[in-house]
């Protein structure tokens, strides 16, 4: 009676590994396409930093800040109104250039092509005064609706700030870009000030 307790028990602990090695596989392999996609990822970190690095050196700024997302905040003027809030709106007005122009990685190291020559890097892709709206704004609700640079950067500031929003790729279209304006993996920037919190 013993021994037969005891070879069900190992009967049953033995089961229960063999059908647990599959899951823990699972669990710790990596597929080819998730290796692709986080060696893109680890690349283009690298080459964004190095992007916007090169911008500050060039452009002497010496006061930007960067965020533990890779978001650097730039600012221009310090403004003395509300604070810019999650959930609030918020008007602003905003030029958004191409920082780059989507130069993709190669296989053998960065970078590989100078990226899409139709968007050249500076080239301004959206401006709120083109919204044809009486103040040349446009309306957002704090912490939504925006890409995650821009929705980050906007609630960091408040009435009255302008600031410099350098966003790297993955912050901002990543590998999709946006049809016609946006090249895949284009850093942006973004001059924003704040009009109105309400």
């Given at each position: 009676m013993k021994n037969s307790i005891?070879?069900?028990?190992?009967?049953?602990?033995?089961?229960?590994?063999?059908?647990?090695?599959?899951?823990?596989?699972?669990?710790?392999?990596?597929?080819?396409?998730?290796?692709?996609?986080?060696?893109?990822?680890?690349l283009m970190r690298v080459i964004d930093e190095d992007t916007i690095q090169k911008y500050l050196a060039r452009n002497q700024i010496t006061n930007a800040v960067r965020t533990n997302s890779g978001l650097y905040v730039v600012?221009?003027?310090?403004?003395?109104?509300?604070?810019?809030t999650a959930g609030k709106?918020?008007?602003?007005k905003y030029v958004g250039r191409l920082l780059s122009n989507g130069a993709q990685p190669g296989s053998t190291g960065y970078p590989a092509s100078p990226g899409d020559g139709r968007f050249p890097a500076g080239s301004v892709f959206d401006n709120s005064s083109e919204n044809r709206t009486e103040c040349g704004?446009?309306?957002?609700t704090a912490g939504s609706g925006a890409i995650a640079g821009f929705s980050e950067g906007l609630l960091l500031m408040k009435k009255g700030d302008r600031k410099l929003l350098?966003?790297?790729s993955r912050l901002a279209y990543g590998t999709q870009g946006q049809t016609g304006s946006i090249p895949p993996d284009s850093?942006?920037?973004?001059?924003i000030e704040v009009l109105e919190v309400f």
């Open positions: 005891l070879r069900s028990r190992y009967l049953t602990l033995a089961l229960s590994l063999l059908l647990a090695v599959p899951a823990l596989w699972s669990c710790n392999t990596e597929t080819t396409v998730q290796k692709s996609l986080r060696e893109h990822d680890e600012p221009l003027v310090e403004g003395t109104g509300p604070a810019v709106k918020v008007s602003v704004c446009a309306v957002f350098l966003i790297p850093a942006l920037l973004f001059d």
